[in-house]
């Protein structure tokens, strides 16, 4: 015995044999019959509301990263960088602009690399250590950080 729903914003609606719809059908309010034949208000507006939001929050969030990979240099337009690979540029940029601040040397500036690097060379690495005669382009930000950001990823 499944239960029945009834769309009562029409008359029909209030016909039990009339307009019966599957619990996970959006067919606006609706309402569920008790055993006893009285109805129970299901509340499928909340979950619509809550879907909105949610879709609102994750455009949201899809607008900030978009903004975000707009702030990073030297990528190419054609370039999709993923969420985490945004994160990891940004942070890798941030770190090596607060170095820049902190050294007071701009240097030449940050020239985009995208060649190939081997991806253990960017886990035993860090940002911090790099050397002076790495090439720059025009931000100043070594291309070896690019590189190895932008390559696809083996396991």
Excluded at 42 to 47: D, E, N
Excluded at 96 to 122: I, N, P, Q, T
Aim: net charge positive; with cysteine.
């Amino acid at each position: 015995p499944g239960s029945r729903y009834l769309n009562l914003d029409t008359p029909q609606g209030w016909d039990p044999g009339y307009g019966l719809y599957p619990g996970d059908l959006d067919c606006g309010p609706s309402y569920e019959l008790q055993d006893n034949g009285s109805p129970v208000i299901r509340v499928v507006k909340r979950r619509n509301t809550a879907n909105k939001k949610e879709r609102r929050r994750t455009q949201s969030i899809n607008n900030a990263f978009a903004d975000l990979r707009d702030c990073i240099p030297n990528v190419p337009a054609d370039t999709k960088l993923s969420k985490i690979k945004t994160l990891r540029l940004a942070t890798s940029y941030i770190g090596y602009l607060m170095g820049v601040l902190e050294s007071d040397d701009c240097g030449d500036g940050f020239k985009a690399d995208l060649s190939s690097h081997r991806r253990g060379e960017r886990q035993t690495r860090p940002q911090s250590q790099v050397d002076p005669g790495k090439a720059k382009g025009r931000t100043g930000w070594p291309q070896h950080v690019w590189a190895l950001e932008l390559k696809p990823e083996t396991v």
